[in-house]
């Protein structure tokens, strides 16, 4: 969905490394996410935000921190990145005010830790 | 949260009708039903929900009995664009749907 734009698209990095991946978004919704995505094992929870002040914790934060600059950006960091963080990461947003809680995503960032 | 089960993978020949099964005996009261469609490399998109008897829209039909504790997603006459996975989830109404996608199922459309 072009509402929901992630940066960057592919990225190879070394472990140890810092890297933080950005997603924004121009739907005007206040929730956000961030999902990895394994071979074989769906989506996976990483971390979740209400509001800007709202971060939450998913599955799967152990060696995650999160970022909410503002409404529309919601940024994913591995402080220290490893091997088995090799994945492709989605972020998604959705609107508070419907009963559906459908919810957008962008178009992935494939990062590989060598 | 309810937990979903459904077909790993399901091979269907083009213009043929698919219907993926997909239980949650655990459903709630105020649970949803939802689907997602992830097609490779892409991230997933919202195709239906229901709660209730039938539902259908441009994309599929949803069919959800009585008893709510399974759902059945059709999609008719598939192409060759259908090849995707297929998520079943369900989904809490109200406050934060926490939800959960699992491995889905992976539809395989052939010529």
């Known amino acids: 969905d072009a509402d929901v734009t992630q940066t960057p698209r592919n990225r190879i990095t070394k472990t140890g490394k810092r890297i933080m991946l950005e997603c924004s978004q121009t739907k005007g919704h206040d929730r956000m996410y961030w999902y990895r995505q394994d071979p074989g094992l769906g989506l996976r929870l990483i971390y979740y935000?209400?509001?800007?002040?709202?971060?939450n914790k998913g599955e799967i934060s152990d060696g995650y921190s999160v970022s909410r600059q503002a409404q529309a950006k919601f940024s994913l960091s591995l402080e220290s990145a490893i091997p088995n963080q090799t994945a492709l990461y989605f972020c998604a947003t959705s609107d508070r005010g419907t009963v559906y809680n459908e919810q957008f995503f962008g178009p992935g960032t494939r990062l590989t830790v060598l | 949260l309810a937990k979903t089960t459904q077909p790993i993978s399901m091979d269907s020949y083009e213009g043929q009708e698919v219907n993926i099964t997909c239980s949650h005996n655990n459903i709630a009261t105020n649970d949803y039903i939802t689907w997602y469609q992830q097609f490779p490399s892409q991230g997933p998109r919202f195709i239906i929900q229901?709660?209730?008897t039938k539902v259908t829209n441009e994309v599929a039909s949803l069919f959800i009995p009585a008893d709510r504790k399974s759902s059945t997603l059709s999609l008719p006459r598939v192409s060759l664009s259908d090849t995707a996975v297929y998520y079943c989830?369900?989904?809490?109404?109200?406050?934060?749907?926490?939800?959960?996608f699992g491995t889905g199922t992976k539809l395989q459309v052939i010529p």
């Open positions: 989830l369900v989904v809490p109404s109200g406050g934060y749907q926490k939800v959960t």
């Open positions: 935000s209400f509001d800007v002040k709202d971060i």
């Open positions: 229901g709660y209730k």
